[in-house]
């Protein structure tokens, strides 16, 4: 192969794969399933009172600290106790657990990151404590939405 020809092969190449690496750039991309665990759920009673806790020194820059809590299976409640943790992104912020009350017991709303995504199934959506408390939510989010505007306006 001549010198010319074969730069315009690699001209051509080089030209192909930056298009098509911007071509798939576009392809969005879809959220992540929702990790096991993070399904809101209807629990018999209510919660036990929380425990008291003796937080541990900051193992570094970046930790946040989660605070212990009640986590149902729907049946019983078990201790999940706090510990320090890194943010899995720099902008996400941890969301302690929810105990809505309702008839019949509670909904139970475990705790999770900001950027991740919970789960309720066709129980939850049918009982009238969680419409309500979806309503709620609905309206914290838009504030947290708002809050992110503003934020940006600033800068």
Do not use: C
């Amino acid at each position: 192969m001549k010198a010319p020809s074969l730069r315009r092969t690699i001209l051509a190449s080089l030209f192909l794969g930056v298009f098509a690496g911007a071509a798939l750039a576009q392809i969005p991309v879809p959220p992540p399933p929702p990790l096991p665990g993070l399904d809101i759920r209807i629990t018999t009673g209510h919660p036990p009172a929380l425990r008291r806790e003796v937080r541990p020194p900051i193992p570094g820059a970046g930790y946040i600290w989660v605070g212990g809590f009640w986590s149902s299976d729907g049946g019983h409640w078990a201790w999940v106790p706090g510990r320090w943790e890194l943010p899995p992104e720099s902008e996400a912020y941890w969301i302690g657990p929810r105990y809505v009350r309702g008839s019949g017991g509670y909904i139970y709303e475990p705790g999770h990151w900001s950027n991740q995504r919970l789960v309720a199934g066709e129980d939850v959506r049918r009982h009238r404590a969680w419409r309500s408390h979806e309503r709620e939510h609905e309206k914290e989010l838009e504030r947290e939405r708002n809050r992110e505007y503003y934020r940006e306006r600033e800068r």
